[in-house]
């Protein structure tokens, strides 16, 4: 079985603290993806990454930055937290077969991080 | 997304009847076509899945099903039960890499 795990369940932080979420996967996976879930908004994707110290923008980057140290490992950054950044939190990841492109195959989650920012 | 429209944003049904989800997507080059169920308090989970060299799949009491000319993909679910009660979640590759989701359908089954 697939296991994405998250570090925190819950977390509530200040405005302007700076704020790491992190991320494990154990199946080797090379696609790694950070998004955030709004109620009538759906999941927006923030930022994903194909291999190591690679990132790509998603749809809603701004205020946000990633990591990509270790394959197993994609931590999102919020550099000053706002209150605009409370949200479930989700990442993912998944393993492209090859000749795919990165997106044309299954996403596994972690179970969300909801953060509060107050 | 704005381009991965879905419809209805909540849908309630008598057990026992069908359910349809329906999705449209903007960009023409999209692939690849799967569903995920969110079920309260847990992960998206994928259900089901398309790629565009079908025009149908079937899983049990699920399917999708997809129209590459007109640019729309729909969930089948017959003979609901409670279980089913979630919300789903469409999904389409765009250009660029960027992997848009639709903004979900919350299923209620009424045993």
């Known amino acids: 079985d697939v296991k994405v795990t998250q570090s925190s369940r819950y977390l509530v932080k200040r405005t302007g603290e700076k704020v790491f979420l992190e991320c494990v996967q154990d199946m080797d996976h090379e696609n790694m993806f950070w998004y955030r879930q709004d109620p009538g908004l759906g999941l927006r994707l923030i930022y994903f990454?194909?291999?190591?110290?690679?990132?790509e923008k998603g749809d809603i980057p701004e205020g946000y930055s990633v990591s990509r140290e270790k394959k197993e490992r994609f931590s999102l950054i919020l550099e000053s937290a706002s209150t605009n950044q409370t949200s479930m939190y989700l990442c993912a990841s998944s393993f492209p077969p090859e000749g795919l492109s990165p997106m044309n195959t299954e996403a596994f989650f972690g179970q969300g991080t909801r953060l509060t920012v107050v | 997304g704005e381009n991965v429209e879905q419809h209805p944003s909540t849908l309630s049904v008598q057990e026992g009847d069908s359910a349809v989800i329906k999705c449209t997507y903007s960009?023409?080059?999209?692939?690849?076509f799967p569903w995920y169920k969110q079920e309260l308090g847990k992960r998206p989970q994928l259900i089901i899945d398309i790629r565009s060299n079908v025009g149908e799949k079937k899983d049990q009491r699920i399917a999708v099903t997809l129209n590459k000319t007109a640019k729309h993909f729909s969930l089948h679910i017959t003979e609901t039960q409670p279980e089913d009660s979630a919300v789903y979640f469409c999904?389409?590759?765009?250009?660029?890499?960027?992997?848009?989701f639709g903004t979900g359908t919350s299923l209620t089954v009424i045993p």
């Open positions: 999904a389409a590759p765009l250009a660029g890499n960027q992997f848009y």
């Open positions: 960009d023409s080059a999209s692939n690849y």
């Open positions: 990454s194909y291999d190591v110290k690679m990132k």
